[in-house]
Structure formats: structure tokens, C-alpha cells
């Protein structure tokens, strides 16, 4: 019987044609053998309460196949009797409880990283907690960390929070990089971080920008410090961006992207009719441009060029359009100034062949009206009436007129003040 079984975990193999292993915890029941192994399945085996039901995990609820086989591979490895991997398992469990997870939280940590099961609770759990909880993390923010992250208990160490603090300055920092990099990787943060920081200072970036650009692409400086000098040279040569420029690191970002990822983005913009030197325009105003996916990138072009016409040189000119989101705030933008042409509050017309609005195109660059747009569609705007549904103000007449209630067309349209503008 394996190490699994003895704690109520059940390995059961799919039909041949399946590559997936099921991991299912048996609240209470003996973990059986399948009918091919022999076993007589019918008669009833007693079993002794064990390990497996303080994990919570309900009935044949399968796990990530990659991380089971792995852990089951290295339980294999490792040779752990049944008897000390139980014993192992009811004290992370412990632990878990004596730091404030519920049993739902342990469950998620568990199923996000097996591996954790193996770990001694006093000798690689306890370092790690007392390192968050040094860096200011208690209570429910240490268990929603280590729940947005549990590899912080599989790979942080004192070596990397040392290094990442010297980059950004104070525990406060460390502690948002830590929540918010899953991915990151602690063993480089501790043997690259430093060395890459020296290159992009004898590169003349200032301290500020390198915490700055930390905070936001943590895992672009942890890289071995070859390639990191290879991306730095890259981003000079081939993206044209000189190392003055305040766009060199963002441009430091889109230099770790694949090359073939970076071409079939620059492919899809000369599809549009963007040419060499168009897209390289607009890497050297905004690098992140590229950084979106081929769909994305492809829903944005055909919105700015096909719907509002804009042209090619005019949008590399224009960076911000690419960068804007499509959905929170260029759409949204788009249909308000159509509810505004379609009642003769805006004027459209042609310049240099391009569509422009409001005479220039400031109104959809500067003119923040995309929150008010999105606010007008869903009925959000504070006039009278919505406030007095909201009890905030006693009656909805329009302050200006006194005539009417005041709703959104009538503020906007129907009102006497606002036809006199």
C-alpha cells in the first residue's frame, strides 16, 4: 500500500487512453485496491481515523495531473513509509491552523502545491512564515498572501527578500512584489537581482526608475545577468531605443519576448497596412503596445482602423490609442460620441482623410469621458432622479429649470440651460 493510501488519498488509473491521474480522498473509507490487482473488494476492511480528512478535499475531486504525477514521483523517490508521511501530513495541517487557515484554505494551498504535504513544518514551513511575517505580513494578510501565492512556501528565501529590499527601498515594497508575482523566481533574485542592477546603472537609470520598473516587472531583472546584458543591447539595436530615453525600460520588457512573439505582433500591424519603420514609431513611444496579445492587438486595429478610420502613421503618431483598453475605455468613448452626433451635439468631418472629432482627436485622448460614458450607458450619472432613489436628496427637480425631473437626456438635452449652450 503506498504512502498515499495509509492517510485515505486513492491513485486511481484511467482507462489506458487517458494520461490524467486522479487523486480522491476518502472521507473515513479505506483506500482500496483496484479489481485488477485480485483483491476481494467486496468484503468490508475497518480502517483507523486518519491524516487525509483534515485536508477537506471532497470525494474523487481530481488535481492538476503535472502536479500529482510530480509529487507521486517524488514521494516514490524519496522512499517515504506510510507511516512518517502521515505523521508529516497531520503536522503541516497543524501548522496551517496555528498560523489562522480554515480548512477551505488549506484545501487551496494543497491542490495549488502538493509538494507542501513533504514539507517539515518546524525546519522549512516556520523559517518562511517568520520571514513574511518580518516583512509586516499577520494575520489575514499572511493567509491571503500565501494564498495568492503558495510557493512562497516552496522557494522564498532570506538571501532574495535581502536583495529585492536593496532595489526597492523598504519591506512595504517587498511585500507588494511578493503578492503580486506568482511566478517570480527567488533562487535568481538572490544571485542576479544586484548584478543586473549595477548594469542599468552604469546604463545611467537612476535608482528611482529601477525601483519603479521593479515594482512593475519584477521578473524582467531577475534574469541571469548574460541574457539580461544580451536584452539590454537589443533594446538599443533592434528596437532603436536609446538608453536616455524614459521608454528604455519598458523596452527592456517587450526585449524578453520571443522573437518570433514580436515578429507575428509586427506582422499583424503591417497586415493593416502599417509599415517597418510605422511600428518602430510606436515601440519607441510605448514598447507595452506590443506586449498585448496577437487577438488583442488584432480587435484593437480593426476597431481604430476599420470602424473610426484611422490611419497608420496617424496611430504610431498617437500611442495612447494603442494602449487604451478596448473594452473599459475606447468602446465606451465611441458610443457616447455617437449618442452626442446622433443629437447634434458634436460635429464630425474630414481632415487629411482621417476622422477627427471635435476638430482634433483630444477628445478621445484627453477628454476624460470615457468614465462618463460608461456611467451615461449604465444610468449612474448623479442627476436628481438617481439621487433621490439613493434617498441622498428630497426631490428630483432640475435646479436649473425647476420645470422637470432631472434625468440624464433631460440634463443633457431637454433642459432650456442646456440648449442655450
Known amino acids: 500500500m503506498s504512502s498515499l ?34 483483491r476481494n473488494l467486496a468484503s468490508p476492511q475497518r480502517s483507523r481515523p486518519t491524516a487525509h480528512s483534515r485536508l477537506g478535499f471532497p470525494s474523487k475531486k481530481p488535481l492538476s495531473p503535472t502536479k500529482l504525477s510530480r509529487f507521486l514521483e517524488e514521494q516514490e523517490a524519496k522512499k517515504v513509509s506510510d507511516f512518517d508521511f502521515a505523521k508529516n501530513v497531520v503536522s503541516v495541517v497543524d501548522f496551517f491552523k496555528q498560523i489562522g487557515f480554515e480548512q477551505p484554505q488549506i484545501k ?23 520571514l513574511l511575517q518580518d516583512l509586516g505580513f499577520s494575520g489575514a494578510d499572511l493567509v491571503h498572501a500565501i494564498l495568492a501565492n503558495p510557493l512562497l512556501l516552496i522557494r522564498l528565501s532570506g538571501p532574495a527578500i535581502d536583495a529585492i529590499r536593496v532595489v526597492v527601498g523598504s519591506d512595504y515594497n517587498v511585500a507588494k512584489i511578493l503578492k503580486r508575482s506568482n511566478w517570480l523566481s527567488f533562487a535568481n ?28 516587472q519584477p521578473r524582467v531583472l ?12 537589443k533594446v538599443e539595436d533592434k528596437f532603436g531605443i536609446p538608453r536616455d530615453s524614459p521608454r528604455f525600460l519598458p523596452g527592456v520588457y517587450l526585449a524578453c519576448y520571443k522573437e518570433e512573439s514580436v515578429k507575428g505582433k509586427c506582422d499583424i500591424f503591417k497586415s493593416y497596412g502599417w509599415t517597418h519603420s510605422d511600428v518602430l514609431r510606436l515601440i519607441g513611444k510605448n514598447p507595452y503596445c506590443l506586449g498585448y496579445s496577437e487577438a488583442m492587438i488584432t480587435k484593437k486595429l480593426e476597431f481604430l482602423t476599420k470602424v473610426l478610420g484611422y490611419k497608420p502613421a496617424f496611430l504610431a503618431s498617437h500611442y495612447n490609442l494603442m494602449a487604451y483598453g478596448l473594452e473599459k475605455r475606447l468602446l465606451p468613448r465611441h458610443k457616447l460620441l455617437l449618442f452626442l452626433k446622433e443629437k447634434a451635439l458634436v ?34 450619472v448623479p442627476v436628481r432622479c438617481n439621487l433621490k432613489k ?3 436628496c428630497a426631490d428630483d427637480i432640475c435646479p436649473s429649470c425647476e420645470e422637470a425631473p432631472e434625468t440624464l437626456p433631460h440634463s443633457l438635452i431637454m433642459c432650456p440651460a442646456a440648449r442655450a449652450i
Open 347 to 380: 460635429i464630425y468631418h474630414r481632415l487629411h482623410k482621417e476622422l477627427i472629432l471635435f476638430d482634433s482627436v483630444e477628445v478621445l485622448l484627453l477628454l476624460d469621458v470615457g468614465f462618463f460614458g460608461w456611467r451615461a450607458i449604465h444610468n449612474a
Open 108 to 130: 487551496k494551498v494543497v491542490a495549488h502545491e502538493p509538494r507542501i504535504l513533504c514539507s517539515n513544518a518546524d525546519k522549512t514551513l516556520k523559517p518562511k512564515i517568520k
Open 189 to 216: 533574485a538572490a544571485n542576479y537581482l544586484i548584478p543586473n542592477v549595477k548594469l542599468l546603472q552604469a546604463y545611467g537609470i537612476s535608482n528611482d526608475k529601477i525601483a519603479k520598473f521593479m515594482l512593475q
Open 5 to 38: 493510501a495509509s492517510v485515505g488519498f486513492l491513485v486511481m488509473r484511467e482507462p489506458p487512453d487517458a494520461a490524467s491521474i486522479v487523486l480522491t480522498v476518502r472521507s473515513g473509507a479505506p483506500a482500496q485496491q483496484p479489481a485488477e490487482h485480485g
Open 222 to 233: 531577475v534574469r541571469k545577468t548574460d541574457i539580461f546584458r544580451d536584452l539590454l543591447i
Open 390 to 392: 439613493r434617498s441622498i
